[in-house]
């Protein structure tokens, strides 16, 4: 194999696995993760802090099975469900991200991203089609696509979050023109805030764009991102003693070429020590720093080993629940927990 060959050939595996989609796919960029506009940026860090803590689990990190991007423009094909009760995930995106006054006299601060708008549902109702009204005359659009298998379209479920927003006081911004009032006055009311999310979206930009990483390359079952003012969180769970595979995401992460701008600075993990002794219940932890100081965001990374309760049992019938791919799930828990949850199963013992 050629040396190009060689090369492109990692570049189409580095696009497939940050991207969800396959490789016959084929890339359709020069960059497998292409840098997003400024303004474009500053709406995907607001999607992924809004999305990035979703309460429940669904079949893929933040209920995102894949994606495609550009400079102006990004789609997200989103899972169908999250949680044991099967809710709605395209259902709760629209209660976090779409904006909407709260009640008068509640002093609440509005919901969903200010300045969101929605222009459209195309594609025989499977994509709802965002942009931003909050930067005039720059460009940032968002597609929210929808699975094949779900029988209701997107008209639906938008008139089902109005209705929602109607029976709670709340009044929808999404159709507006412009700004309103509300959304100007929350934005102008923090300065600084907005200043340092800012700074920060192009890192939150770049994450969400490899968000199929967390998925593709580790053996992580639950992941949560978020932006807690000094850096962006991120904060994964494995089902594995030790927590293997978290090296293969840092190397995503930091790759010289395709990677984001930043680097490990501290490690506090023993995983890969040859003599480390069998470990539960612990964590690792990754500090970041960017190439250029002061310039460059950085991330934390933490990986915990331990279940989030005494077994794995409702995370496996969750998983399942909302669709999780078997072979995925066969990676990402022991097998010996999936025979513990079946054995259950069959007894009648799990709800």
Known sequence: MSDRSSWESRKLRYWSECSGQSRRTGLRTSHPAPAASPAQARLESLVLEQLGTSPDLCAHPFGITSLSSAATSLTLHLDAYMGHKRYSFPEHCLSRLLPAAPAPGSGDDPHGIPGLRMSGIEADGRQLHLYTVKDP????????????????????IERRHRRWCDDNGLRPLWTAPRLDGVESRHLSAYPSLEGSRTRRASVGSGLLRRVALFHTVTAFYRVQCWDDGDSWKIDARTAHPRARWHDQLLQRLCHPRWGLPVRVAHRFCHCAEPDTPYQWNHTCAFYFDGYTAGKDDPIYLRVHASPEGRDYDRQITTLRQVGAPEAWMARALPQEAVQHHDQHYQAGQLP
């Not at 005359?137 to 639906?156: F, K, R």
């Open 137 to 156: 005359g720059q460009t940032a659009t968002l597609v929210l696509a929808l699975p094949q298998g779900l029988a209701e379209g997107w008209a639906d």
